[in-house]
């Protein structure tokens, strides 16, 4: 049977190299990485070891050259076993497309050559504490001074903040005429100006992930670092990163389902009542839920492989498709998690099937800016003629 996703043979192998990694490396570790809120390191070493890290990065670089569908397979099969572990390989990813495709970074071959091994993790900081989650609209300035630029910003929530060696972030042009004007930079882990809060993450569910606060006072932004010119990110932003995070966070919310989905359907034909001897799948209720999850889930990834054609063959369309990909996924997961706690009752509620976690997971990409609601009003907007960002 074809991969939903249609996979070419380079694609298929390093969907089958993710799916052995996570059953040998990642699902063993799950619980611990959600219990104790450990970085998945082991985990992102594993993938790194396998080329993984470089999945996009061209092979002159040392990377795999694959593209979107191979990324949407191999994020959703990490996602089956450790949703942490694929939120930290979706923002390393996506940022990468604001390396590769820029044209005025400096030292970019070695870049891509550390990222492809893994030697240098990237994330993205776009959110900011003063625009919260229309991180379109950054509140901070990148102010030239000299052959550099200096920013203050408050960045409110970045992925693997300890851990990653650049966050690819989102600064205003002042003066700009339109928050669009914004620049994108490398802001490098461990230099002057750069405070990474010390309370760890600790939240409802990617526990792993590694989310702190950044706080930049006074950084120094050597010319070398911009990624973009001066108010012109647009580009990179638009037709790099957000495609690329859409996408990956769509898969993830699909090896949410799939687990869950796994998980049910285990529980429900290994459990039954020892006083009438019958099963959980005797209970047409648990089976229709069951079945529900399944539509669901295919309904969105088959949505997602129509995506990635029209990714394939960009047309005026296809940003339009990417959206509702991402709006189709976030409520998939949040709803067939919601379907298997219900299927599986206290079972599902004690930590043993797993099941309360994928739940707890699958509700952060609901808030994970461009949100549910920013989804379903862009994609409102395009069809009746607004500008995107109102
Ligand atoms: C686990 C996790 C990891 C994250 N990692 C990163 C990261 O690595 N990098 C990064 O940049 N950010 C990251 N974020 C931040 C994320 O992208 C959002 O910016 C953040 O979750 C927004 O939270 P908030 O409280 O500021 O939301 P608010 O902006 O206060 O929104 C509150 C509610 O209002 C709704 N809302 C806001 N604006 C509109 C609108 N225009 N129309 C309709 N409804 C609207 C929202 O959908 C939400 O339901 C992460 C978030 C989480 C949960």
Same mark, same amino acid.
């Given at each position: ?56 990065? %061209? ?66 900081a776009f959110s900011e504490?003063?625009s919260r989650s229309?991180f ?10 000299? %052959? ?7 960045k409110s929530w ?66 070398? %670092? ?10 990179? $932003? ?83 498709? $990417? ?46 800016a ?6 379903? %009003?862009? $994609? ?11």
């Open positions: 049977m074809p991969h939903v996703y249609r996979l070419d043979a380079a694609s298929a192998s390093a969907a089958e190299k993710a799916q052995s990694i996570t059953r040998d490396e990642i699902a063993p570790r799950a619980a611990a990485t959600d219990g104790d809120r450990t970085f998945p390191s082991t985990q992102i070493a594993a993938l790194a070891k396998h080329g993984l890290l470089g999945l996009t990065v %061209d092979t002159a670089h040392g990377g795999l050259g694959l593209g979107p569908r191979a990324f949407c397979a191999v994020v959703e099969a990490i996602a089956e076993g450790c949703a942490s572990t694929a939120m930290v390989y979706v923002m390393h990813v996506a940022a990468l497309q604001a390396i590769q495709g820029s044209t005025t970074v400096a030292g970019k071959d070695a870049l891509l050559r550390e990222a492809a091994t893994g030697e240098h993790l990237t994330t993205l504490k003063g229309q379109w609209a950054p509140v901070s300035q990148l102010v030239a001074e000299g %052959d550099a630029c200096v920013v203050n910003a408050d970045v992925t693997s903040a300890n851990h990653a060696a650049s966050y690819v972030s989102l600064s205003q042009k002042p003066g700009a005429a339109n928050p669009g004007e914004s620049t994108l930079y490398l802001v490098r882990r461990g230099q002057a100006g750069a405070e990474i809060s010390a309370a760890g993450f600790d939240g409802l569910g990617l526990r792993g992930n590694d989310s702190a606060p950044v706080t930049l006072k006074g950084y120094r932004v050597p010319g070398g %670092d911009l990624l973009s010119e001066q108010g012109k990110s647009e580009a990179l $932003v638009m037709g790099g990163v957000l495609p690329w995070f859409a996408i990956g966070t769509s898969s993830m919310a699909h090896g949410l389902c799939r687990a869950a989905f796994a998980a049910t359907q285990k529980h429900l034909g290994a459990t039954g009542f020892a006083h009438t001897g019958t099963g959980l799948r005797d209970l047409p209720n648990l089976r229709a839920r069951l079945a529900q999850m399944s539509v669901k889930t295919e309904l969105s990834r088959s949505l997602l492989g129509h995506t990635l054609d029209h990714l394939e063959a960009p047309s005026e369309v296809t940003p339009l498709y $990417v959206l509702q990909a991402r709006y189709a996924a976030l409520e998939a997961s949040v709803e067939v998690t919601d379907l298997a706690m219900k299927a599986c009752g206290g079972a599902a509620f004690s930590k043993h099937l797993a099941i309360e976690r994928l739940f707890r997971d699958a509700r952060a990409g609901w808030v994970m461009p949100t549910a609601d920013h989804l379903l %009003d862009f $994609v409102g907007r395009a069809f009746t003629g607004l500008p995107l960002f109102g």
